[in-house]
Each structure stands twice: as C-alpha cells, then as structure tokens.
C-alpha cells in the first residue's frame, strides 16, 4: 500500500499525539523500506529544536531512521545539536535520543566518536532523582551497543 508521506509528516504535528504518534510509525516503518522521508531532512532538523518535546522527539527518531539513507550526510551536519538532546530539559526526550544513538552510529560510523563522547560526558544530575537511573542505564545501554559494531 502506497503512504502518503507528505499527509503523514504534516500529521506530525497534529495537535492530537494519538494521531501525530500513528503518524510517526507510519513515517518509521517507510523509512526502514525506503528513502522517500529522507527530503525532509531539513524539516526534521528543525522539529529537534521545538518548544514541544513530543514534535522534538518525533524529529529525532525519523533523523535516526533516516541515517542509513543520509547520502548529503546532513546529519553530520546537525549532529551537535541532535546530541544536545542527550540532556534535553525532558527527561523522556532524553531517553528516545539516547536509545537512538546507535542507529545513528551504525550508519553513520564517521559519528560514533563524537556520539560515545557525548554519551559519556553526560550530566544526568539535572534529573530528578527518580530519573537519573533510567536515564544513566539508557547512556550505558546505548554505550554498550556502540561498543559492539
């Protein structure tokens, strides 16, 4: 069945998340099919630096999902910023960033440095406490999983 991919990324930002998240499985299952997200690399790059962590954690994951397709290696180019969402001011935004990360570093093995030294230099103090475990077991995780590729 042929997706609409331009309906669904505008679905992203719906104001109803049910919708938007439908909307963002759709999006990731044709990124692991094909390349026809990939021209809206830009846009994502901009959705990681919305006020709105549910649109900011969309643009995140469909970055990871496309770095296997990331031929203008655009995300070399934003990888800075994408890995300031390790210490995103929300912590679940933190935790999809960092589960993602390895996706990120296998494509893209040029990253991996840059990423393991990002997932290392981490302050997950500015958590509350109730967080600071998930999110640190999240980082060694995603360490781990970067270690074996």
């Not at 995140?60 to 995300?75: F, G, M, S, V």
């Amino acid at each position: 069945m042929e997706i609409n991919v331009e309906d669904n990324f505008k679905l992203l930002f719906d104001k109803n998340n049910n919708t938007a998240y439908k909307a963002l499985q759709i999006l990731q299952n044709e990124c692991e099919e094909s390349d026809k997200v990939y021209c809206y690399m830009d846009k994502l790059a901009d959705m990681i630096d919305n006020d709105n962590s549910y649109i900011r954690t969309r643009g995140l994951t469909l970055i990871a999902y496309n770095a296997k397709w990331d031929k203008d290696n655009k995300i070399d180019e934003i990888i800075d910023e994408y890995l300031k969402h390790i210490e995103d001011v929300k912590p679940i935004t933190a935790r999809q960033c960092i589960k993602l990360l390895p996706m990120i570093a296998k494509d893209k093995p040029e990253l991996k440095e840059d990423i393991v030294s990002a997932l290392q230099k981490a302050d997950i103090s500015i958590y509350a406490d109730s967080m600071q475990s998930l999110v640190y077991k999240d980082i060694q995780n995603s360490l781990a999983e970067i270690e074996k590729l």
